[in-house]
């Protein structure tokens, strides 16, 4: 085996044994009432799983309890969101930090949605996933890797062409979800001590206000008024998650729980 296919499988097959193996995080968290006040009740704090990795099992918890396009939208919304923090590090000038979550992320590699996309009908863009990578790991120009980036990203942008608002919206839910048990996990006393998990935190709420955004330009109203009270909701999470490199910061987590609930209680004008 190559060193590249041995990097692939110790950093894909623990993601995907943590799918059937630590369920709790999300459950946990999803379940915890939101208090008045803007924090949780002790009885549902979640805590995070040993070693720092409180939001990896949560994440394909999350995304394995769904089913048919609102799956494929928040695995697409995984992938998304590496490669969104990914570009963004690169754009600030952190070459390293962008090559260290490239490396390091659960969410980064192509044979994760490869088959999801042949099934959902959706065009394969592996030569544009594969260009920007090697252009972050390679160093090259900034100006270089954000085309390649945009390239990737319109192509995950047409994957999604055709999905019902409903399962887009339970994606954006399921993402902000999965971003609050990453913050949680990220964080101790409101300094980030987990800085990869605090950077999925921020793309995933990322990629949920870019979703938002694409379906408030909906012509259909119903659609355009469900995700502008989506995008209503995040708007508190955006003090919660400044920028892909912040290293002190607010750290409630109900924020983003009550953004996610508020997101779901959107979505139901959606529900035939």
Same mark, same amino acid.
């Given at each position: 085996?190559s060193?590249?296919? +041995?990097?692939?499988v110790?950093?894909?097959?623990?993601?995907?044994?943590?799918?059937?193996?630590?369920?709790?995080?999300?459950? !946990?968290?999803?379940?915890g009432?939101?208090?008045?006040?803007?924090?949780?009740?002790?009885?549902?704090?979640?805590?995070?799983? +040993?070693?720092?990795?409180?939001?990896?099992?949560?994440?394909?918890?999350?995304?394995?309890?769904?089913?048919?396009?609102?799956?494929?939208?928040?695995?697409?919304?995984?992938? +998304?969101?590496?490669?969104?923090?990914?570009?963004?590090?690169?754009?600030?000038?952190?070459?390293a930090a962008?090559?260290?979550?490239?490396?390091?992320?659960?969410?980064?590699?192509?044979?994760?949605?490869?088959?999801?996309?042949?099934?959902?009908?959706?065009?394969?863009?592996?030569?544009?996933?594969?260009?920007?990578?090697?252009?972050?790991?390679? *160093?090259?120009?900034?100006?270089?890797?954000?085309?390649?980036?945009?390239?990737?990203?319109?192509?995950?942008?047409?994957?999604?062409?055709?999905?019902?608002?409903?399962?887009?919206?339970?994606?954006?839910?399921?993402?902000?979800?999965?971003a609050?048990?990453?913050?949680?996990?990220?964080?101790?006393?409101?300094?980030?001590?987990?800085?990869?998990?605090?950077?999925?935190?921020?793309?995933?709420? +990322?990629?949920?206000?870019?979703?938002?955004?694409?379906?408030?330009?909906?012509?259909?109203?119903?659609v355009?008024?469900?995700?502008?009270? *989506?995008? !209503?909701?995040?708007?508190?999470?955006?003090?919660?998650?400044?920028?892909?490199?912040?290293?002190k910061?607010?750290?409630?987590?109900?924020?983003?729980?009550?953004?996610?609930?508020?997101?779901?209680?959107?979505?139901?004008?959606?529900?035939?």
């Open positions: 085996m060193d590249d296919n +041995e990097a692939k110790r950093l894909v097959v623990p993601r995907r044994w943590l799918i059937a193996s630590t369920m709790v995080t999300i459950g !946990a968290l999803a379940a009432p939101v208090l008045a006040s803007g924090g949780q009740s002790d009885e549902t704090k979640a805590a995070p799983a +040993e070693g720092g990795e409180g939001g990896e099992g949560g994440e394909g918890a999350a995304v394995a309890a769904l089913e048919g396009d609102a799956e494929f939208l928040s695995e697409l919304g995984l992938f +998304e969101a590496a490669h969104v923090i990914v570009a963004a590090l690169y754009a600030e000038g952190d070459v962008a090559q260290e979550h490239l490396e390091q992320s659960h969410h980064a590699y192509y044979e994760d949605i490869e088959d999801d996309l042949n099934e959902h009908g959706a065009a394969q863009f592996e030569a544009e996933a594969e260009a920007f990578a090697a252009a972050v790991r390679e *160093g090259r120009d900034a100006a270089e890797v954000s085309a390649l980036a945009d390239a990737v990203l319109a192509a995950i942008t047409a994957a999604q062409a055709g999905a019902e608002p409903a399962d887009a919206m339970k994606a954006v839910e399921t993402l902000v979800r999965i609050a048990a990453d913050y949680e996990a990220s964080l101790t006393d409101g300094e980030v001590t987990a800085p990869q998990e605090y950077r999925d935190a921020w793309g995933f709420a +990322e990629v949920a206000k870019r979703r938002l955004q694409a379906l408030a330009a909906s012509s259909d109203a119903t355009a008024g469900a995700a502008e009270a *989506g995008l !209503a909701a995040l708007e508190p999470v955006a003090e919660q998650l400044p920028g892909v490199s912040a290293t910061v607010p750290g409630d987590v109900s924020v983003l729980l009550g953004a996610a609930a508020r997101i779901e209680l959107a979505s139901y004008r959606l529900r035939s």
